[in-house]
């Protein structure tokens, strides 16, 4: 039997899309937002919403409809002002989780449950100030069902730091690692010389003087000699945690046999 083409495969699966429309479901709230409610089911990516820039009652508002319609709603870029909004929701049988750190805050109905899909990220940072964007990527990733491990404060200051930590990431079969710096941004260049697994660089603005918040950083991961290195933007553990998530459930499937 021939191959079947790449337009084959999407037709079908704008067909299957088609068909299942509450994968393309847009929910309104309150004139200010229209949630991708089926993104989870259709990319294997939660929707998250993004506190910055808006005001604790909208974000709690969505909340409650994501939680609501799905059972469960990630907030990144949040403080304690709209921790406090969502907790006042009292949304009947849910559980609120609040990373300080990074700002991420999760709701979720009691009988939600992250289905494991048996994925590994591994995660280092090169020093103990790019933590919160370390962990904005993890929780992203634990979310999307991927196992995590993380190591910190292993940076090419201290290179002879690193090799333990990676070692422990290279036995565990990693199926991606996520590098986060900022200053020079160095490490992630060279974890990718030594491994033959993806490698994400993430910048972070930890930085100070010429190139500060992150543009050195960012430079430096995008002029990588490395090869197998990705970058996402500064200090956007989001994004690093999305693709190192989805990076991470494709090769679990084949491992399994599931693709």
């Known amino acids: 039997m021939a191959a079947r083409s790449d337009l084959e495969r999407f037709d079908d699966g704008y067909k299957r899309l088609r068909r299942h429309r509450s994968i393309l479901a847009i929910e309104r709230v309150a004139q200010i937002a229209h949630l991708d409610v089926g993104r989870e089911i259709r990319k294997g990516l939660p929707e998250i919403v993004l506190a910055e820039g808006k005001a604790p009652r909208e974000v709690a508002s969505i909340v409650e409809a994501m939680v609501k319609r799905t059972g469960r709603a990630i907030v990144s870029r949040a403080d304690r002002k709209h921790l406090g909004l969502i907790h006042a929701l009292r949304i009947p049988k849910s559980r609120i989780q609040f990373f300080e750190k990074s700002g991420i805050i999760i709701a979720k109905l009691s009988s939600f449950r992250v289905k494991a899909t048996g994925g590994r990220v591994g995660l280092l940072t090169a020093g103990t100030s790019d933590i919160p964007v370390a962990e904005e990527a993890q929780v992203i990733a634990e979310e999307m069902g991927c196992k995590t491990r993380a190591y910190y404060d292993v940076g090419v200051a201290g290179l002879h730091r690193l090799f333990k930590p990676l070692s422990e990431l290279l036995k565990w079969d990693s199926d991606v690692i996520l590098v986060v710096a900022g200053r020079e941004g160095a490490l992630p260049t060279v974890v990718a010389g030594l ?3 993806p490698v994400i660089g993430v910048p972070t603005s930890r930085s100070y003087g ?18 197998g290195i990705a970058v996402v933007n500064i200090d956007s553990g989001v994004g690093a945690g999305s693709i190192g998530g989805l990076i991470a459930n494709r090769s679990s499937k084949y491992r399994q046999g599931r693709a």
């Open 195 to 197: 491994v033959d697994v």
């Open 210 to 227: 010429f190139g500060d918040k992150g543009i050195a950083a960012l430079a430096a991961m995008l002029q990588s000699c490395s090869l």
